[in-house]
């Protein structure tokens, strides 16, 4: 597979019209891709939360059609990062579009684990409650996005889900960009699945983001890596990687916490 990750600038001197249309243009440039990846938030930036209600979209508002449109143009399956979703009934969400080579939905995922610690994100936005898996040609893509890394019991799950490959967009401060490439590759390893990390570019409300957009493979080897600023970081990758890593070193069999077992 030939995978992009969109390594977006985010920046405060540019509307979001004007970023979703340089970045649908961005999507389309992507032709002979398998899988196109962008960032979290990238329409507001994550940590610009002031901005999250003015910016809200429904589900199918600017930002769903400005995509589907650019991955059927382009003719790839493309993850386009998350937006500020408003649910017409409930609160708003940190939500992930999927969208396959012919522009339609593949699936929508609502960040499970909000950043802020009782403030921001935590506060302004509703939790997910679902793990979403994406069944692509070649591979299964687990969904998750940006916090939720430092969760290794949602990849888990995602595994149980027949993930092979994960996709993490993220919105990763640059203060903590150590953990970034170190939680990438844990999950990875500990997964023995492909990881494809990509963050933000640019300064988020004050707050300088990490980039160094990553992809690991199953032996938490780094293939490629971005470096802080924006830019489209291709790579090719071997899916069955996977099948012959779990094959030869058989350690997710070894599970005993975590699986349902019957009573005796």
Same mark, same amino acid.
């Given at each position: 597979m030939r995978a992009s990750l969109l390594q977006v600038a985010v920046n405060e001197d540019e509307s979001v019209e004007s970023r979703r249309r340089r970045v649908a243009a961005l999507v389309r440039d992507q032709v002979g891709a398998d899988l196109? $990846? +962008?960032?979290? !938030?990238?329409t507001t930036g994550a940590f610009a939360y002031e901005e999250f209600g003015t910016e809200a979209e429904p589900l199918e508002g600017p930002t769903y059609e400005a995509m589907a449109k650019a991955a059927s143009e382009a003719g790839v399956w493309l993850h386009a990062g998350s937006v500020p979703e408003r649910d017409p009934e409930g609160p708003l969400y940190n939500t992930s579009l999927v969208f396959s080579p012919s522009g339609e939905l593949a699936a929508a995922y609502r960040k499970i684990h909000r950043f802020g610690f009782d403030k921001g994100e935590a506060v302004l936005m509703g939790a997910g409650e679902d793990l979403v898996a994406v069944r692509l040609p070649d591979t299964? $893509?687990? $969904?998750?996005t940006c916090y939720? +890394?430092?969760?290794?019991? !949602?990849f888990r799950g995602l595994v149980d889900a027949g993930a092979e490959t994960f996709v993490v967009p993220a919105g990763w401060p640059e203060r903590r960009r150590a953990h970034w490439t170190l939680l990438a590759r844990a999950r990875a390893v500990e997964n023995q699945a492909f990881v494809l990390a990509c963050g933000t570019a640019g300064t988020h409300a004050g707050v300088p983001q990490a980039g160094h957009s990553v992809v690991v493979d199953p032996w938490g080897e780094v293939l490629a890596e971005a470096g802080p600023g924006e830019e489209v970081l291709t790579v090719e990758f071997d899916p069955a990687t996977v099948a012959g890593t779990r094959d030869r070193f058989p350690a997710l069999k070894d599970r005993v916490l975590g699986l349902e077992r019957p009573r005796r």
């Open positions: 196109v $990846v +962008l960032p979290e !938030l990238w299964v $893509v687990g $969904v998750a939720d +890394l430092r969760f290794p019991e !949602l």
